[in-house]
């Protein structure tokens, strides 16, 4: 997993509690830009997203999650893109059913797709952006793919359900039918 986070912002996101354990320097940014006073604590983050702490280490454990910042001590600090990721995680898993390897998958893409963002950023010739915003295209496309195999999935379910239903609806006609005729 690099270094890199998604950036994904989700709408109506709670605030964030703040955290800064007594031995945390609040002044040192990390890689990120942020102070460690602008993180929260696995306890935190668990309560802000409905995970358990156990989800949380296991995410980090599979590779889900890039390993957090550490206080001196040892604990666990989550900075506001590692919290995003973390609900985009639940809501690929909760909401659209994902299983943990399809969610490793598009959290690469992701990463990708952050990284083609900040190569978009640095490059100044209009060449290179174009050949940078190709790549995200193809990464955008590849991540479609994935969630319309998805729905594809879905919509066959829903189809063999509806069926079974109405075949039901028949039996029961014919049930009836033949109760009656007795």
Do not use: C
């Not at 206080?71 to 989550?78: A, F, I, M, P, S």
């Not at 919509?155 to 009836?176: C, F, K």
């Amino acid at each position: 997993m690099s270094a890199r986070r998604s950036r994904a912002a989700l709408p109506d996101a709670p605030e964030p509690i703040i955290a800064e354990p007594p031995e945390a320097k609040a002044t040192q940014p990390n890689d990120e830009g942020a102070t460690r006073a602008e993180y929260m604590q696995i306890d935190q983050v668990a309560s802000r997203t409905g995970l358990t702490k156990r989800a949380l280490r296991y995410y980090e454990e599979i590779g889900l999650l890039d390993p957090p910042t550490r206080t001196e001590g040892n604990y666990r600090l989550y900075s506001e893109r590692d919290i995003a990721r973390v609900e985009s995680i639940k809501r690929w898993r909760e909401f659209l059913g994902f299983s943990l390897a399809e969610i490793r998958k598009l959290v690469g893409m992701e990463e990708e797709r952050q990284q083609a963002r900040d190569d978009y950023r640095r490059a100044s010739d209009a060449r290179d952006r174009l050949a940078v915003l190709d790549h995200s295209d193809d990464l955008a496309r590849n991540t479609l793919k994935v969630v319309a195999e998805k729905i594809a999935g879905l919509e066959a379910i829903r189809a063999e359900l509806r069926e079974r239903l109405e075949r039901h609806e028949r039996l029961r006609t014919e049930l009836r039918a033949e109760m009656e005729s007795q």
